[in-house]
């Protein structure tokens, strides 16, 4: 049957559309085709040029610049100098022996970098560039441009190395660099390309490690023209990397310095607090070590010079050192006492010496007792046997209970290596840790901070801060990230009874400013600044009950590991607390002795913003003040320290 005329005609407008439709498109892609090929062919000619007659496009990463540090003044503790270095390519340079014969002749070269530099040559890729002289000078990278002909492969190069002006007055905080090792890949999942260039540098303790995700920013890249020998004919085009973040900290530079410099000579740790805000203004450990030692790789003898050291320069004491805290606990047990209504402050407790508790005697450090003592006596003097009292009273599960709302026993989040926890112990982690139950016994040694508690002078002066201002103040080391500021360390009211706070405040006071306070002789006399602290001393060793009837050996008398640990904690002014303080000297002796001077030497530093009038010291002390300040001020200054180290 045949189809209407108008169908066939609907039919024939349908195919001719269709072939419009497809024509337009074949049109369309040709046209496409004949445009790439123009652009490639003419445009783009020279570049594929370039890829012709022996010559080749290579892709190199660039490091990007670390992030530098600063103090909260703005001063710099970590930066980047330019370093000169001369690397070879396997792949590039064909005979490698003969290669580096040519380059001794030119360039010395350390025998030790050679040997571990003949084996990446060997064990890396052929295209990875690998260092063959380090630190070298702009002549010898001269003498190696103007020989570059006779040496394929080999090419000079500039780069940035880390370098920390200051010395051993940061190397607990900020740390230091290294170049990455195989076990730092190994930690590293899916490490980036960049992390295996020749020498490339991360943090590997202190706050170089800890924000390396800040500071060590992301690579760049480049693309260069290189002949059939491998020399780099020109620069293609370049894509800068983003440098890391500039981070400033919040611990001041002079009073750090001073710090190091009052501490020199001890095993120590000092720590100083803001406590409006919790900054972190000083945090230091002694003896310290130059970080820049570490950079480059540190020798084997100076490494072993400190591993050595009976000091232990390595450590950092001020977060990293756990300490029974001693007496400067019994504000805590003295605290829990009073919130618990265990305790009037008129309350008084014979000390007899000695307290009978289970037919054990805990003895007091006085020998011969205090007779009755109140509260304030009780911590003005620092009477043991009072503290046993509040313990049997109140017991650890409180006490513990406020060591910790005062600071103790909590891993404060500080960018700094090893941050330690610390221990306040309770019924329930004895049985988990030692499978033995709690006796009356731990509570006694608890109470006076011995037994199982354990705290570092960060969380002492954290502790003290908080007593200072009825506040959970926390502790900040990092003030700004790139100029953003971060998060304050001021924190929420406590929540405990001011009146209870009060009172603990005006024995502590009492401990520096009444003349049967422990640390009387270390008071502050400028009536704007008087302090108020709390000595401690912590035993390390086990009394024997025949030594305490022929008389306990003096700390002077026994070896020095056998000494006890000397404590003080303070906060100034009295009435308008500004920095709350925290010292430790390791087998220092006696608290008021051995740590209380060094404490009110740094208070004073502190709130004067430098050396103090000699008027803000005892009459006595002056002239020992006098010269201690000049002799001070001579050790900051000497040739080569700090600052003037720059070159």
Not at 25 to 35: C, D
Request: charged share 25%; net charge positive.
């Amino acid at each position: 049957m045949r189809r209407p005329t108008r169908d066939t005609a609907e039919s024939q407008r349908r195919i001719t559309r269709r072939g419009l439709v497809i024509g337009g498109l074949q049109a369309g892609v040709m046209t496409a085709l004949a445009l790439r090929m123009r652009h490639l062919q003419l445009e783009q000619a020279d570049q594929f040029r370039l890829l012709a007659d022996e010559n080749r496009i290579n892709i190199q990463l660039l490091p990007p610049a670390r992030g530098r540090v600063f103090d909260r003044n703005g001063q710099i503790i970590a930066e980047n100098i330019p370093s000169y270095r001369i690397t070879m390519i396997r792949e590039q340079a064909g005979d490698v022996d003969a290669v580096i014969a040519r380059l001794a002749r030119l360039v010395e070269l350390d025998p030790g970098e050679l040997e571990k530099a003949r084996r990446d040559l060997r064990d890396l890729r052929g295209d990875t560039p690998v260092t063959v002289a380090d630190r070298v000078t702009w002549e010898a990278i001269s003498r190696v441009a103007v020989n570059a002909p006779a040496l394929p492969g080999v090419m000079p190069e500039v780069g940035l190395s880390r370098r920390y002006p200051l010395r051993d007055d940061y190397a607990h905080v900020v740390g230091y660099v290294g170049a990455v090792s195989d076990k730092d890949l190994e930690r590293i999942e899916a490490p980036e390309a960049l992390l295996r260039l020749p020498r490339f540098q991360i943090g590997k303790i202190g706050l170089e490690a800890r924000r390396e995700d800040l500071l060590r920013g992301t690579a760049g890249s480049r693309r260069v023209e290189v002949n059939a020998a491998g020399r780099i004919m020109r620069e293609l085009d370049r894509q800068e990397g983003q440098p890391g973040a500039d981070i400033q900290i919040t611990l001041d530079n002079e009073l750090q310095g001073y710090t190091h410099a009052r501490l020199k000579g001890e095993s120590a740790a000092a720590v100083v607090i803001d406590c409006e805000s919790g900054d972190v203004l000083v945090s230091a450990s002694s003896p310290s070590y130059d970080p820049n030692l570490f950079v480059r790789g540190i020798s084997v003898a100076n490494y072993r010079a400190l591993l050595e050291n009976p000091y232990r320069p390595l450590p950092n004491k001020a977060v990293q050192g756990i300490y029974p805290p001693g007496s400067t606990f019994k504000m805590v047990t003295a605290l829990a006492a009073l919130e618990d209504g265990q305790i009037d402050i008129n309350e008084t407790v014979y000390c007899p010496g000695h307290k009978e508790i289970s037919g054990r005697r805990f003895h007091c450090w006085k020998r011969g007792g205090h007779g009755n003592v109140d509260f304030h006596r009780s911590l003005r003097e620092s009477c043991d046997v009072y503290y046993y009292e509040l313990a049997l009273r109140t017991g650890i599960e409180k006490i513990s209970a406020m060591a910790e709302r005062l600071g103790l026993g909590e891993q404060f989040d500080l960018p700094m290596t090893s941050v330690a926890q610390g221990l306040v112990p309770t019924r329930q982690w004895k049985l988990a840790n030692r499978g033995q139950p709690w006796v009356v016994g731990d509570s006694i040694n608890a109470s006076i901070g011995q037994g199982f508690v354990l705290a570092s002078p960060m969380q002492l002066a954290v502790m003290t801060a908080r007593l200072a201002t009825s506040r959970q103040i926390t502790p900040r080391l990092v003030k700004s990230i790139d100029g953003v500021e971060q998060p304050s360390g001021r924190g929420e009211d406590l929540d405990l009874n001011e009146n209870n706070l009060r009172e603990v405040r005006r024995a502590m006071y009492a401990v520096s400013n009444s003349n049967r306070g422990t640390a009387y002789r270390s008071r502050i006399v400028e009536d704007a600044m008087r302090m108020a602290g709390k000595t401690g001393t912590s035993q390390v060793r086990n009394i024997s009950s025949g030594e305490r009837a022929t008389g306990v050996l003096n700390n002077n008398a026994l070896p020095r590991t056998q000494r006890d640990h000397a404590l003080f904690v303070d906060y100034a002014p009295y009435d308008a607390p500004k920095y709350a303080v925290a010292v430790i000297v390791e087998h220092g002796g006696g608290g008021s002795t051995a740590a209380a001077p060094i404490a009110r030497d740094i208070t004073l530093q502190a709130l004067y913003g430098g050396d103090p009038p000699l008027e803000a010291y005892p009459t006595a002390d002056r002239p020992r003040i006098r010269t201690q300040q000049e002799e001070l001020r001579q050790q900051r200054l000497r040739p080569g320290a700090g600052e003037k180290d720059r070159a």
